[in-house]
């Protein structure tokens, strides 16, 4: 099993890319959008969150609102889509959602201006300063997304395993060598790895009982799994609102032990 984790930039031919990669080893697919669609069966939240960024410096407290569901559901869609099988992801920024785990393969794919303006112009049917306008504000508006989401920028190499050029090697070179990644053990799922997904995606469930019920959404609660039980991590409570929290919570299929800890706020550093 491995998990290549795509963060692509505006028009740089990962389509292709991943069509490539698809037919030579069948591996599944799963984009950006498609979470986003899982996402939205929560009351429109993508959707939602999406039309809030273009005003999030003028207005951070009504996006901040929406931030931290739409985490905790995007995390949880892509756990239950990753957790099976060999899968590529392609977006721009959700692979910071998750950790850093042994059959988990982050790559940044790039592109020369001049390709991406002229794959523009043939997708969208436009002329060339249409094209470099389009490109320059798509690249800005996912860099913001990214900073405003994750306190991350998706340019730095340094948050990715494998960083390729499509300016410097063809689409078939590219495809042979995450295709060749795939069969390396150093990324073949190990037990130790996949007793860390599945203690993600039980941390996933606690924290979406936590954002999708009435009594509990206001809170930022991040939850952490180990082999002694689950912990959450929030504001301080009241009696009362604790015992609440913590009854939701265990509603949880599978969870053991539970224990709250207060004064820290949720980060995804994604501690395991």
Same mark, same amino acid.
């Given at each position: ?13 990962? *389509?292709?890319?991943?069509? #490539? ?12 959008? !498609? ?19 273009? *005003? ?6 009504? $996006?901040?609102? =929406? ?15 990753? #957790?099976? !099988? !060999? ?8 692979? $910071? ?28 049917? #436009? ?11 798509? !690249? ?6 990214? /900073? $405003? ?9 340094? *948050?990715? @395993?494998?960083? =390729? ?17 795939? /069969?390396?053990?150093? $990324? ?24 999708? @019920? ?31 929290? =913590? ?9 053991? @032990? ?15």
């Amino acid at each position: 099993m491995t998990v290549i984790l795509i963060s692509r930039g505006t028009m740089s031919g990962v *389509h292709l890319l991943v069509e #490539c990669l698809m037919g030579r080893t069948g591996i599944r697919c799963i984009s950006h959008e !498609d979470l986003e669609k899982i996402v939205d069966h929560h009351g429109k939240l993508a959707k939602r969150v999406l039309e809030k960024l273009d *005003h999030a410096t003028s207005a951070y407290d009504q $996006f901040s609102d =929406l931030r931290w569901p739409y985490m905790v559901l995007m995390r949880k869609a892509m756990l239950e889509e990753i #957790c099976t !099988d !060999d899968v590529i992801y392609h977006g721009y920024s959700a692979h $910071f959602l998750l950790p850093v785990i042994r059959h988990f393969v982050r790559v940044r794919i790039d592109a020369p201006l001049d390709m991406r303006v002229k794959m523009t112009m043939q997708r969208l049917n #436009c002329d060339e300063k249409a094209a470099r306008d389009y490109i320059a504000d798509a !690249d800005q508006y996912r860099v913001k997304w990214a /900073r $405003f989401m994750y306190g991350k920028d998706i340019r730095n190499p340094l *948050h990715y @395993d494998v960083n =390729l050029n499509l300016g410097h090697m063809s689409l078939g070179a590219a495809c042979g060598i995450l295709e060749s990644l795939t /069969r390396e053990d150093d $990324f073949q799922a190990s037990p130790e790895s996949r007793e860390i997904v599945d203690r993600l995606h039980l941390a996933a469930d606690v924290e979406v009982a936590l954002v999708t @019920d009435p009594r509990t959404e206001k809170y930022e609660i991040s939850a952490r799994v180990d082999e002694n039980g689950a912990q959450l991590i929030g504001p301080y409570l009241e009696d009362s609102e604790l015992e609440t929290v =913590l009854a939701v919570a265990r509603t949880t299929p599978g969870l053991k @032990d539970l224990q709250y800890t207060p004064g820290y706020v949720p980060t995804f550093e994604n501690g395991v």
